[in-house]
């Protein structure tokens, strides 16, 4: 567990670092190895420790989560629990993150 922006624990399993890391590792140029995983969840700990905005709404099939920003990057928390990290380097991902409440 690591506090999030809020204040609130933010739960980063390894088996869902697993999951993301084939999705994000060329975008942070990671190895896809244990030290890969290991720096991707660095850099989700980063983020979510660091957010200087926190925005709410839902995320494609998954309903209703919280959008960690911090600096060019975001992480997608769903009841404490974390979802993805990646940069907000799509336009339309930006336009509609940017768009949501900051709780």
């Given at each position: 567990?690591?506090?999030?922006?809020?204040?609130?624990?933010?739960?980063?399993?390894d088996s869902q670092v697993g999951k993301k890391l084939p999705d994000h590792a060329s975008d942070y140029g990671l190895p896809m190895s244990k030290d890969g995983a290991n720096a991707y969840?660095?850099?989700?700990?980063?983020?979510?420790?660091?957010?200087?905005?926190?925005?709410?709404?839902?995320?494609?099939?998954?309903?209703?989560?919280?959008?960690?920003?911090?600096?060019?990057?975001?992480?997608?928390?769903?009841?404490?629990?974390?979802?993805?990290?990646?940069?907000?380097?799509?336009?339309?991902?930006?336009?509609?993150?940017?768009?949501?409440?900051?709780?």
């Amino acid at each position: 567990m690591l506090p999030g922006g809020t204040g609130k624990s933010v739960q980063i399993s390894d088996s869902q670092v697993g999951k993301k890391l084939p999705d994000h590792a060329s975008d942070y140029g990671l190895p896809m190895s244990k030290d890969g995983a290991n720096a991707y969840k660095t850099i989700t700990q980063n983020v979510l420790t660091n957010a200087s905005t926190v925005r709410t709404g839902t995320w494609k099939t998954l309903g209703q989560c919280d959008f960690y920003i911090y600096g060019n990057d975001v992480a997608i928390v769903q009841n404490g629990q974390w979802v993805s990290t990646f940069p907000m380097s799509n336009t339309g991902t930006i336009d509609y993150i940017n768009s949501l409440p900051i709780k």
